[in-house]
């Protein structure tokens, strides 16, 4: 395969990609969560657990959280790869985007778990 078109990176367009495609799962998504924002406001407890027994409530939270925060991650990591030029602070930036993501996600996804337990 010829390196044509790559970019300087040589990643193609892999990142633009997944960029798009998260924005256009993040659609209904949202729309999901706004449609349930009514349902939440001013809920006791007890309504709000009845709610997360829904199956498909937490389902949709967790995707909503996992698709949320990798959209969140490639959009930052272009701008850590376009605005840091000092290589050894790029890389250092780069994985503690890494790092606060992947806990972000692991905290989100157990409070949903948690709360639908």
Known sequence: ??????????????????????????????????????????????????LMQIPVTPVVLVLLVGAGLYHMKLGLQVIIEDYVHNEPLKVGMQIALTMIVFFLAAAGIVSIIMLAA
Do not use: C, D
Request: no cysteine.
């Open 1 to 50: 395969m010829s390196n044509r078109k790559l970019g300087p990176s040589k990643t193609g367009t892999t990142h633009w990609w997944h960029q798009r495609l998260t924005a256009i799962a993040l659609i209904p998504l949202v729309l999901f969560l706004i449609g349930l924002l009514p349902n939440m406001a001013g809920a006791t407890y007890r309504e709000f657990s009845a």
